[in-house]
């Protein structure tokens, strides 16, 4: 399978702890994108990297959110001393830069609770 | 601002045709998307439109309106397994991202 993949699917976490989650993009994206999506909402963008450059970071992510992509494949999205209100679907797309549409691929998310 | 409306809910019948209609206020505009998020899952793309006009795939058709900041998704010959949600994004013109502004999202229940 060539899509997005996420690991984990499932987190449950208490608050204060500090949580990471993995996105592989399809192989020849050049485009990465972080969403977070709450029930009943559309999700929204967090963050952009093009190859390894993280371009575009969204006001939603305050100090405690940090996310690479350290050699332009994976990106790692990074929660520390996490809170209740950060439970919510983290969703993760890739997309390329061929693409006239810039189409985005989504991959299953990561569905994080913080109790 | 960015603003971006649809129906939060939506019923239609087995066989027949709905209309999920958009409006969007945004600061800039670069194409409009549909998606379709079934439950727990990830958002599929099912359309593009950047300019006027009507864009058909199969049972799913897209109109936009740039002059209007209105677009419409068109869902025919509606099946059960069409029951899901459905997202209308906007790409905003400016910056290097390309990123999307979602709706909240039209949810679809089709009924026997």
């Known amino acids: 399978d060539t899509g997005v993949s996420q690991d984990p699917r499932h987190k449950i976490t208490k608050r204060g702890q500090n949580v990471t989650f993995r996105c592989d993009p399809i192989?020849?994206?050049?485009?990465l994108y972080w969403y977070r999506q709450t029930l009943g909402q559309g999700p929204e963008f967090l963050t952009y990297?093009?190859?390894?450059?993280?371009?575009?970071k969204s006001r939603l992510l305050s100090d405690r959110f940090s996310a690479e992509r350290p050699k332009g494949s994976f990106s790692t999205l990074e929660i520390q001393r996490t809170e209740q209100g950060d439970s919510a679907m983290y969703l993760c797309?890739?997309?390329?830069?061929?693409?006239?549409?810039?189409?985005?691929?989504f991959g299953p998310g990561t569905r994080l609770t913080v109790t | 601002g960015q603003n971006i409306d649809q129906p939060t809910e939506m019923t239609a019948t087995e066989g027949a045709i709905v209309q999920i209609n958009c409006t969007y206020q945004t600061s800039g505009f670069n194409g409009l998307f549909w998606y379709q998020q079934h439950a727990g899952e990830a958002p599929t793309f099912l359309s593009y439109n950047v300019l006027d006009g009507l864009e058909e795939k199969g049972r799913f058709s897209s109109f936009l309106s740039r002059s209007k900041g209105y677009s419409y998704l068109l869902l025919k010959e509606l099946q059960m397994k069409d029951s899901a949600s459905y997202l209308c994004a906007v790409r905003s013109r400016g910056g290097a991202t390309n990123k999307l502004i979602f709706g909240t999202g039209t949810l679809l229940a089709v009924q026997p």
């Open positions: 192989s020849e994206h050049n485009r």
């Open positions: 797309a890739s997309g390329s830069r061929d693409s006239i549409s810039y189409e985005q691929y």
């Open positions: 990297f093009q190859n390894e450059a993280q371009l575009e």
